[in-house]
C-alpha cells in the first residue's frame, strides 16, 4: 500500500493512533461536578430541619475515615467547567469553594473558610470522572465533637 | 648468544650491517661456532625461500589492482566530505520507528480498553496546600475507596 512496506505501515499507524488516543482529554468536554456541604454528628437531625441523609455509597466511604453516626447534607451545589472554567460555589455562609478545570486535566478546589483562602486541593479531572471523590473536612470550631465536610464527584451519567 | 649478536649477523648476511661493524661480525661468523650455526641456518633458509616460493599471479596486472585501491579510497574521502543526499523516506523511518515504539507503548499504557489499573498514578497528580500560617493539612488516601480526604486543622 502506497508502496510502503510492513514495518513502515506499523509505524505510521501508530503514530496516527497516538494522535487520536494518547490522552483521554482528547475528547473529554466539559467537567460535570457536584458538591456537598456534609455535617458529621452523632446527634439525630433537629426536628425543625430538612437536611437529608448523605447519598449511602458515599456515606460508606466517609466511614472508612470518620466516626460520626449521622452524616446529613447541609448544601448541594452542581457546576459544569469547560476547560479554564472557574466557578464559585457559595456552600453555606461560611464555607466557599472555587472550582476550576485548569486544563481539562487536572481539577482545583480552593477551599475559602469564613472569606479566607484556606487550602487548596489539585486532583486528576480523569480520577474525578472516574468516580473518585474530594472530601475537604474539619472540626466544627461552633459545635465541639462534630465536624464538616465538603465531598466533591463526578455525577454518574 | 644474545639476540643483539644475533640480529647483527642477520644483517650481516643481508648486507645491512653498517660498515664499521662488518670485520668484527664476520670474524666472529668464522671463530665462534654457535654464530657458525646460526649463519649456516640463515642461508639456508634464505636459500630454500629463493628458490622454492610459489609464484601465485594475480587475476589483474599490479597497477590494475592498485589503481582500485585508490579509486575506493578517493570515493571514501568523498562521503566523508559531507555532500549529503536528501532525506530519503528510509531516513525518515529510521527517525521514526523508535518513536513510533514508544508511542505504541503509550496507548497501552495509558488507553483504558486495556484495562491498566491506573489508580496509583492518578493519584499522584494530587496536590494540597494552605497559603495560611494557622492552618495544617492532614491527607487521607484510600486507593480502595477511590478518595482523597483532606483535613484542615484550625491552630
Same mark, same amino acid.
Given at each position: 500500500?502506497? +508502496?510502503?512496506?510492513?514495518?513502515?505501515?506499523?509505524?505510521?499507524?501508530?503514530?496516527?493512533?497516538?494522535?487520536?488516543? *494518547?490522552?483521554?482529554?482528547?475528547?473529554?468536554?466539559?467537567?460535570?461536578?457536584? &458538591?456537598?456541604?456534609?455535617?458529621?454528628?452523632?446527634?439525630?437531625?433537629?426536628?425543625?430541619?430538612?437536611?437529608?441523609? $448523605?447519598?449511602?455509597?458515599?456515606?460508606?466511604?466517609? +466511614?472508612?475515615?470518620?466516626?460520626?453516626?449521622?452524616?446529613?447534607? %447541609?448544601?448541594?451545589?452542581?457546576?459544569?467547567?469547560?476547560? #479554564?472554567?472557574?466557578?464559585?460555589?457559595?456552600?453555606?455562609?461560611?464555607?466557599?469553594?472555587?472550582?476550576?478545570? %485548569?486544563?481539562?486535566?487536572?481539577?482545583? %478546589?480552593?477551599?475559602?473558610? =469564613? #472569606?479566607?483562602?484556606?487550602?487548596?486541593?489539585?486532583?486528576?479531572? =480523569?480520577?474525578?470522572?472516574? *468516580?473518585?471523590? &474530594?472530601? $475537604?473536612?474539619?472540626?466544627?470550631?461552633?459545635?465541639?465533637?462534630?465536624?464538616?465536610?465538603?465531598?466533591?464527584?463526578?455525577?454518574?451519567? | 648468544?644474545?639476540?643483539?649478536?644475533?640480529?647483527?649477523?642477520?644483517?650481516?648476511?643481508? #648486507?645491512?650491517?653498517?660498515?664499521?661493524?662488518?670485520?668484527?661480525?664476520?670474524?666472529?661468523?668464522?671463530?665462534?661456532?654457535?654464530?657458525?650455526?646460526?649463519?649456516?641456518?640463515?642461508?639456508?633458509?634464505? &636459500?630454500?625461500?629463493?628458490?622454492?616460493?610459489?609464484?601465485?599471479?594475480?587475476?589483474?596486472?599490479?597497477?590494475?589492482?592498485?589503481?582500485?585501491?585508490?579509486?575506493?579510497?578517493?570515493?571514501?574521502?568523498? $562521503?566523508?566530505?559531507?555532500?549529503?543526499?536528501?532525506?530519503?523516506?528510509?531516513?525518515?523511518?529510521?527517525?521514526?520507528?523508535?518513536? +513510533?515504539?514508544?508511542? &505504541?507503548?503509550? %496507548?497501552?499504557?495509558?488507553?483504558?480498553?486495556?484495562?491498566?489499573?491506573? *489508580?496509583?498514578?492518578?493519584?499522584?497528580? =494530587?496536590?494540597?496546600?494552605?497559603?495560611?500560617?494557622?492552618?495544617?493539612?492532614?491527607?487521607?488516601?484510600?486507593?480502595?475507596?477511590?478518595?482523597?480526604?483532606?483535613?484542615?486543622?484550625?491552630?
Amino acid at each position: 500500500m502506497l +508502496g510502503l512496506s510492513l514495518p513502515a505501515l506499523i509505524v505510521l499507524a501508530s503514530w496516527f493512533a497516538a494522535a487520536l488516543l *494518547g490522552t483521554p482529554q482528547a475528547w473529554a468536554g466539559d467537567l460535570n461536578l457536584n &458538591a456537598v456541604l456534609v455535617w458529621g454528628t452523632d446527634e439525630a437531625k433537629p426536628r425543625d430541619a430538612d437536611y437529608k441523609e $448523605l447519598d449511602p455509597k458515599i456515606r460508606k466511604k466517609l +466511614g472508612r475515615f470518620s466516626r460520626w453516626r449521622n452524616y446529613f447534607v %447541609i448544601k448541594e451545589e452542581k457546576a459544569s467547567l469547560a476547560r #479554564g472554567a472557574m466557578k464559585k460555589l457559595k456552600m453555606s455562609a461560611k464555607c466557599e469553594l472555587e472550582l476550576k478545570n %485548569i486544563d481539562d486535566a487536572t481539577l482545583e %478546589i480552593k477551599l475559602f473558610g =469564613e #472569606g479566607r483562602w484556606t487550602a487548596t486541593l489539585k486532583k486528576s479531572a =480523569e480520577a474525578m470522572r472516574k *468516580g473518585e471523590l &474530594a472530601v $475537604l473536612g474539619g472540626d466544627d470550631k461552633d459545635k465541639y465533637n462534630d465536624a464538616w465536610f465538603v465531598v466533591i464527584s463526578v455525577p454518574a451519567p | 648468544m644474545n639476540p643483539e649478536t644475533q640480529l647483527k649477523l642477520q644483517a650481516w648476511l643481508d #648486507g645491512e650491517l653498517p660498515p664499521d661493524e662488518v670485520p668484527a661480525v664476520a670474524r666472529l661468523a668464522e671463530t665462534d661456532r654457535d654464530a657458525a650455526a646460526l649463519v649456516a641456518e640463515l642461508r639456508h633458509t634464505m &636459500a630454500a625461500l629463493a628458490n622454492n616460493e610459489l609464484e601465485r599471479p594475480l587475476p589483474e596486472s599490479r597497477e590494475f589492482f592498485w589503481s582500485k585501491v585508490e579509486r575506493g579510497i578517493l570515493a571514501g574521502e568523498r $562521503l566523508a566530505t559531507g555532500r549529503s543526499r536528501p532525506l530519503g523516506l528510509s531516513s525518515w523511518l529510521r527517525f521514526l520507528a523508535p518513536a +513510533g515504539i514508544v508511542a &505504541a507503548l503509550a %496507548i497501552v499504557l495509558f488507553t483504558p480498553i486495556f484495562g491498566v489499573h491506573r *489508580g496509583a498514578n492518578l493519584a499522584a497528580l =494530587e496536590e494540597i496546600e494552605s497559603p495560611l500560617a494557622d492552618v495544617s493539612l492532614t491527607t487521607f488516601r484510600s486507593e480502595s475507596e477511590q478518595m482523597t480526604v483532606v483535613w484542615v486543622n484550625l491552630h
